[in-house]
C-alpha cells in the first residue's frame, strides 16, 4: 500500500513539472517573437487597472461629436469680359479683399483672343462672396460649376486610426523598456518603424484634408474677344502672309549660302558631264 502511494505521489510531482516547463516555454515565446500579443496584455492590465479609461470601440463616437462637418469647396467658372486689363486688375483687388491668392495662372493672347486661366485658392468662409463677386466682372459667363465634396466621414475615420496607432505606440515603447534580449529589441523597434510609417501616412492625409477644407478652390477661366475693327481679318492676314512670304525667302537664300561649298561641287560635275559629252560628240562626228 505504501508503495502504491509512494508511486502515486511521483507520477504527480512529475506532471506538475512538466507542466511548469511548459510554462516557462510559453511565456518566452511570447515574449521574444509575440510583441505585439505583450502590448494586448498591457492594454488589458491598464483597462484593469484604470477602469475610467472608454474602450477602444467607442472612440470613434466620441471623435464624430467632436468634429464638425468638413467639406472640401471647388468651383469652375468660365468668363468673357469687356476690358481684359480692367477686369484683371479688379480681380487682383477682390484677391486682397478676400484674403486670396493666385496658385497658378497662365496667360495667352493671339489674334483674335486674349486669355487668362487662374487657380485662386480663398479661405471657405470667404468663397460664396469671391465667386459672386467674379462672376459679376463678366459680361457673359459661359458656364459654372460648383462642386461640395464630404469628407467628414474620412476625416473622422483617419483620426480615430491615428489616435489607436498612436496608444500603440506607446504600448510598444513600453515593451521596449522591458526587452532583455537583443533580439526582443530588435523586434520591438522593427515594430515600432512599421507603425510610425503608419502614423506620418495618416498625420499627412490629415494635414492634406484640412488644407483642402479650409482653403476653397476657384478655377477661373477669364477672357476678352478682340475686336475685328482693331484686326481686319482679309488685310491682316494678306499683311501676314506677305510678311510670311518674305520670310520664306530670306530663309532660302540663307539655306544656300550655308551650302554654297556643295553648289559649287554639283556645278563642276555638271560642267564635268557636259564637257565630255561635247568631246564624245566631236570624235563621233570625225570619226
Not at 467607442?58 to 461629436?65: A, L, M, P, R, V
Not at 465667386?131 to 459680361?139: H, I, K, Q, T
Not at 513600453?174 to 537583443?182: F, R
Not at 490629415?206 to 483642402?212: E, I
Amino acid at each position: 500500500m505504501k508503495k502504491t502511494v509512494i508511486y502515486l505521489f511521483s507520477i504527480l510531482m512529475f506532471l506538475n513539472a512538466c507542466s511548469g516547463k511548459s510554462n516557462d516555454f510559453s511565456t518566452s515565446l511570447e515574449s521574444e517573437y509575440a510583441p505585439d500579443m505583450l502590448a494586448m496584455s498591457e492594454t488589458k492590465k491598464s483597462a484593469n487597472t484604470k477602469p475610467d479609461l472608454m474602450p477602444i470601440s467607442n472612440e470613434t463616437d466620441q471623435t464624430s461629436e467632436k468634429i464638425e462637418k468638413k467639406i472640401i469647396k471647388t468651383a469652375n467658372i468660365s468668363a468673357e469680359v469687356e476690358d481684359f486689363k480692367k477686369a484683371r486688375t479688379a480681380l487682383g483687388a477682390l484677391l486682397k479683399k478676400y484674403g486670396a491668392y493666385v496658385a497658378d495662372e497662365s496667360e495667352q493672347k493671339n489674334d483674335y483672343q486674349i486669355s487668362d486661366e487662374l487657380t485662386i485658392r480663398v479661405g471657405a468662409g470667404n468663397f460664396d462672396s469671391l465667386l459672386n463677386d467674379v462672376s459679376g466682372l463678366a459680361v457673359h459667363v459661359n458656364s459654372k460649376h460648383i462642386k461640395l465634396a464630404d469628407v467628414t466621414e474620412e476625416f473622422i475615420d483617419i483620426t480615430t486610426r491615428l489616435k489607436n496607432k498612436k496608444q500603440v505606440e506607446q504600448q510598444y515603447l513600453e515593451i521596449l523598456k522591458k526587452a532583455k534580449t537583443i533580439s526582443e529589441i530588435l523586434q520591438v523597434n522593427e515594430y515600432l518603424r512599421v507603425i510610425r510609417e503608419e502614423i506620418e501616412s495618416k498625420e499627412g492625409r490629415l494635414k492634406y484634408l484640412n488644407s483642402q477644407v479650409s482653403l476653397s478652390t476657384i478655377y477661373l477661366s477669364m477672357y476678352q474677344n478682340i475686336e475685328s475693327a482693331d484686326y481686319p481679318n482679309f488685310g491682316f492676314k494678306l499683311l501676314k502672309a506677305v510678311e510670311g512670304g518674305w520670310d520664306g525667302i530670306l530663309i532660302f537664300i540663307l539655306g544656300l549660302v550655308y551650302i554654297w561649298p556643295f553648289i559649287l561641287i554639283v556645278l563642276f560635275v555638271v560642267w564635268l558631264i557636259i564637257r565630255y559629252s561635247k568631246k564624245r560628240k566631236q570624235k563621233q562626228k570625225q570619226a
